[in-house]
């Protein structure tokens, strides 16, 4: 009896199908999968996963991307980098190992987040205590180019101009501060003009 190929909708040809190698349906020979037996064969897992904690592992994670991939900012990019460094393949692990990259992974990504965190709210500090000073500074520019109130493109084309590098936070309020003053200045006139 002859094999019925689904694609051709007829008796299998076999040697002269373009799916057929080495006496098989290379189509039939996938789907059929490889046996467990087999895979549990091919599947190294690396000893020093399997030694080494999900926090030892994370800090490895770290240095790496300290180290190769400092200006990175997509963690997942970083992430296959390093597993792919160390040659492992994810999605040939077994379970336990999947789940104990996954673990790895999130520690690394909440040590990075907390130190981006921190690093903002440093910048944050340091940009607060000059921030009068900046304001002073955007006061008198505005008022050097007869501007009475300033708009947010404004406020970047002065950062811009000055070549400052502020957070996000620092510019909204540079932009509302100078507006402030720009507006007290125009209510209260100088007397005896």
Do not use: H
């Not at 030892?56 to 990019?77: A, G, V």
């Not at 077994?94 to 921190?118: F, G, H, Q, T, Y």
């Amino acid at each position: 009896m002859k094999a019925f190929c689904p694609f051709l909708k007829e008796d299998c040809r076999r040697n002269e199908c373009v799916i057929f190698r080495n006496e098989e349906c290379l189509v039939v020979s996938f789907l059929q999968g490889v046996s467990a037996e087999e895979t549990e064969e091919e599947i190294i897992v690396p000893k020093w996963i399997l030694k080494k904690t999900p926090e030892e592992l994370s800090e490895e994670i770290l240095e790496f991307r300290q180290k190769e991939l400092p200006e990175e900012r997509s963690f997942y990019t970083v992430s296959e980098s390093f597993w792919e460094s160390k040659g492992v393949e994810r999605s040939s692990m077994p379970l336990e190992v999947r789940m104990k990259i996954d673990r790895v992974d999130s520690i690394a990504e909440e040590r990075i987040n907390e130190e981006k965190e921190a690093k903002i709210k440093q910048q944050w500090e340091k940009e607060k205590e000059e921030l009068p000073s900046l304001v002073n500074k955007c006061v008198d520019w505005a008022r050097s180019s007869d501007v009475n109130r300033l708009t947010l493109a404004d406020v970047d084309t002065y950062i811009i101009i000055n070549a400052l590098d502020v957070l996000d936070v620092t510019r909204r309020a540079l932009y509302a501060m100078v507006n402030v003053k720009l507006r007290s200045k125009k209510r209260n006139p100088v007397k005896g003009r």
